[in-house]
């Protein structure tokens, strides 16, 4: 009895210490692929520099990332998930200050408008050209579609928190709502480029206008 207990403890810290392998090995090839993406482009990527570089074995590489899209699109999808965070959690930060739906909606015109920052932009092409990639490795797909869903659902629990602390009057459900936000900052890819301010200054009217009507800010 203590011998099969002894055997399934075994077993049990090997499954782990694999896993715990795994994801470093995974770690490393992003490391050294990010370098390669930064140094060398989306187009000159080169998956054998960065098999070499790192030193991992390239049967661990195609393991975990399905060949040289799904390298890119997982090194992508880390940024995306980065820069997104960073971007939510500047925002909660700043709305849990307010004391008023006007000083609110305030923060949100704020944050329609930095959208046009040729930073946002970059951000735009590169979630565009991950999307892309994506669609031939479903792994990546899986881990975008998780990325997506956790950013709508932090849109939603910041929506949420406004109304509770009656600052805002959603008409609409709050999911969809933050699903449509979504869309939206992504969506101005399509004025991106236009290339043309007159564009940039009529959408950011009617994406505010829209987004007044949809959460109706309280006085």
Known sequence: MTTKKSDKNSEEQSTRRTRADGRETAQRI??????????????????????????????????HFGGRDGVIAAVETEYLRASLDAGMNEMIALLSTVTSGEEAFALVELGVLVSGSDSQKATRRRRISTLDIATNSPATMEMLSRLQASGTSRFADIIRDLRDRELC?????????????????????????????????????????TLRHLLRPCS
Request: overall charge negative.
């Open 30 to 63: 992003l490391e050294f692929a990010e370098k390669e993406l930064v140094n060398s482009g989306l187009v000159n990527f080169n998956l054998e520099r960065v098999i070499e570089q790192s030193g991992v074995a390239r049967s661990s590489v195609y393991h």
């Open 169 to 209: 009057n959603p008409i609409e459900p709050i999911d969809g709502t933050a699903h449509l936000i979504q869309s939206i900052l992504l969506g101005r890819i399509l004025v991106d480029i236009i290339g043309d301010p007159m564009a940039e200054s009529q959408w950011t009217q009617s994406a505010t206008s």
